[in-house]
């Protein structure tokens, strides 16, 4: 869902980001210093060589980079306030227009990063989650018959 407002709308923006894999790339050594390097990196353009590898140096080239840019950011599977904080830190660290949009299964961490708007994803019913797979792995409603038993099997593991 997120990517796909993403592709709708990151047209409206002086820069966009979408960061995939929040949760898994700041487990990394230096991972939220890489994930910041990529969002400037992909507001920003080329912007030469981004050197700084500390987080706090970080937030101060971020703020100082975007806070007169209107930008679209998302970041996806975000599971700790720290990646909130290092990467989408305080309004002001935006232009005036600048839209965030986190992705995360823990609600609190919404709360404690004291976003304005939350919107629960509900889970699909069985139908609709077959029909939504099977467009995306067989590009039709339902599967083959060949293919409907693993289906099942898949719809019921991902819940």
């Known amino acids: 869902i997120a990517k796909e407002i993403y592709n709708l709308i990151a047209y409206q923006f002086e820069g966009s980001c979408f960061l995939t894999n929040t949760r898994e790339t700041s487990k ?3 991972g939220l210093v890489q994930l910041q390097k ?4 992909e507001i920003l353009g080329k912007v030469g060589s981004l050197k700084f590898d500390e987080v706090g140096r970080g937030i101060n080239v971020m703020k100082k980079r975007l806070r ?3 930008v679209l950011l998302i970041l996806d599977d975000v599971d700790q306030l720290v990646q909130l904080e290092t990467l989408a830190g305080k309004h002001d660290w935006f232009g005036l227009g ?16 004291e ?9 699909l019913d069985h139908n609709k989650a077959l029909q939504l797979f099977s467009l995306h792995a067989f590009k039709k409603d339902r599967p083959e018959d060949d293919y409907l038993e693993l289906t099942e099997h898949v719809i019921q593991y991902t819940g």
């Open 28 to 30: 990394q050594d230096l």
């Open 38 to 41: 990529t969002l400037l990196r």
């Open 68 to 70: 007169s840019k209107k």
């Open 98 to 113: 600048s839209r965030i949009i986190i992705t995360t299964r823990d609600r609190n961490l919404l709360t404690k990063h």
């Open 115 to 123: 976003v304005n708007l939350m919107y629960k994803v509900e889970e």
